[in-house]
């Protein structure tokens, strides 16, 4: 055990108890951001005269051979080591010996992992927007090649009114739109720099914390040291951010597994992302669809670990922080490989165009247009709405759609209708004629693709 404490201890930690507490297996990932930490104090302590120049091109080349070895494979990461933090400084102390035991001058472990945890997710939050990006790109692409293709739209899973694949998608982009948004005002809050906060109150070296700020890419200092430690709202932020993702795959999971099902037949999923069975040689399961909904309880988990844990923490550090980091990290892997996975997935996905269509045309989803056109003749709403509910009880007891009643079958219910009726109610009326703004009409879904494409050029 290659411990950073020991002095004011006469007997060796439990072996079990020293396994409980070392983080090591998991926060070796933090490596390039805890050099990166060590660099930035280093060059600091020098420059405020606390570490003299030769002492700081000393650990500054320590520190870059350790990452470089470590990268190399050629030094190992092993449970010898407490924590990344630990496993770092021995290093360099066995490396350039003295100058590296002044590296943790004015430092402490709690505003070093504070810093680290910090860069590793705003680093991290950098990837899930360019993997959400990505996204944007294929949803984009699958709108404007699906501008005209007809579907019907639902509430309660019944067949509501009619609309268009694009106008169905545009609905996801607006929805990983936001969630870029939310990441990117996650990052807003966070980029203050700990460093500096020492154990819980500060230093009596004279830190020069604005400039540390500056060397890691922060928009300044944190303001309060106790609260520097302890803070860990930034990683709460990001699983909820996270979580709303994960929410959002889900729905378009459940979508794609449905309308893959034998009974919709809308989509049909590549086979490159479906699996069979080991029983039924005739099943193509969409088991990645299922996968990625599956793994939203997951990242949901995480959230709510993380709300739990923190709730009840008296100021400032304690170690239960210390569980922050695998819930974190499984969260993040988890989301970019469900983002990446149904990103190719949606890339290569057939959708059934004549068959989404036909599916429009039924389950009377152009009623409201029917009662639309009475209004449009001068009968009240309320009353349009009853006449065209005794035609859809005409229509299910004859097993006929609207567009297949004769003209005399609507004038039995009302002599307003004439022949435009069928015009008025046709499929590509009741779309085309909806063209206020976010409506699914080829004029106003046009815009809108122009708007999105303006976008993501933008980002
Ligand atoms: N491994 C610890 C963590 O992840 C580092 C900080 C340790 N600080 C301490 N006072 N024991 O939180």
Request: proline share 4%.
């Given at each position: 055990m290659a411990q950073l404490w020991g002095g004011r201890f006469t007997k060796e930690t439990d072996k079990l108890a020293y396994a409980f507490n070392a983080s090591i297996s998991f926060?070796?990932?933090?490596?390039?951001?805890?050099?990166?930490?060590?660099?930035?104090?280093?060059?600091?302590?020098?420059?405020?005269?606390?570490?003299?120049?030769?002492?700081?091109d000393a650990v500054l080349a320590g520190l870059e051979s350790i990452l470089a070895d470590v990268e190399a494979g050629k030094l190992e990461i092993t449970d010898k080591y407490e924590d990344v933090h630990s496993f770092v400084e021995a290093n360099l102390i066995d490396r350039i010996g003295d100058p590296g035991k002044k590296l943790h001058t004015g430092r402490s472990r709690n505003d070093q992992v504070a810093l680290d945890m910090k860069l590793y997710v705003r680093d991290e939050i950098a990837n899930i927007d360019e993997e959400l990006a990505e996204l944007l790109g294929n949803l984009l692409?699958?709108?404007?090649?699906?501008?005209?293709?007809?579907?019907?739209?639902?509430?309660?899973?019944q067949k509501a009114q009619p609309t268009t694949l694009a106008h169905h998608l545009g609905a996801y982009f607006e929805m990983f739109r936001r969630d870029r948004g939310r990441l990117a005002d996650v990052k807003k809050r966070l980029n203050l720099c700990p460093l500096g906060s020492g154990a819980l109150a500060g230093t009596t070296y004279p830190l020069d914390r604005a400039y540390t700020a500056q060397q890691l890419g922060f928009d300044g200092p944190t303001r309060n040291s106790m609260d520097s430690v302890s803070d860990r709202d930034y990683v709460i932020e990001l699983l909820s951010a996270l979580s709303l993702v994960m929410m959002h795959l889900s729905r378009f999971c459940e979508e794609v597994i449905l309308w893959n099902s034998n009974e919709y037949r809308f989509v049909e999923i590549d086979d490159g992302y479906s699996t069979g069975s080991s029983i039924m040689p005739q099943k193509k399961n969409p088991d990645i669809a299922e996968l990625v909904r599956g793994k939203t309880g997951r990242v949901?988990?995480?959230l709510t670990s993380m709300l739990t844990t923190m709730k009840g923490i008296p100021l400032a550090y304690d170690k239960d922080m210390q569980e922050d980091k695998e819930?974190?990290?499984?969260?993040?892997?988890?989301?970019?490989?469900c983002v990446r996975l149904f990103s190719g997935m949606l890339k290569t996905m057939r959708f059934n165009k004549p068959r989404m269509e036909e599916s429009a045309k039924?389950?009377?989803?152009?009623?409201t247009d029917a009662a639309d056109y009475l209004v449009n003749h001068g009968v009240p709403f309320r009353d349009a709405h009853g006449i065209v509910g005794q035609l859809v009880l005409y229509g299910i007891e004859h097993n006929k759609a609207l567009d297949d009643f004769t003209l005399e079958e609507f004038k039995a219910v009302s002599p307003v209708f004439e022949q435009d009726i069928y015009e008025a109610i046709s499929l590509n009326t009741c779309v085309e004629k909806r063209n206020?703004?976010?409506?699914?009409?080829?004029?106003?879904?046009?815009?809108?693709?122009?708007e999105a494409e303006n976008y993501l050029k933008q980002k």
């Open positions: 926060d070796q990932r933090l490596l390039p951001q805890d050099i990166a930490g060590s660099r930035a104090h280093v060059k600091m302590l020098a420059k405020q005269g606390v570490l003299t120049e030769k002492e700081r692409q699958q709108m404007k090649a699906n501008i005209d293709t007809f579907m019907p739209g639902f509430t309660h899973l949901y988990g995480a819930f974190t990290f499984d969260a993040i892997d988890t989301v970019k490989g039924h389950g009377f989803t152009n009623a206020t703004i976010g409506a699914p009409g080829h004029a106003a879904m046009q815009a809108e693709i122009v």
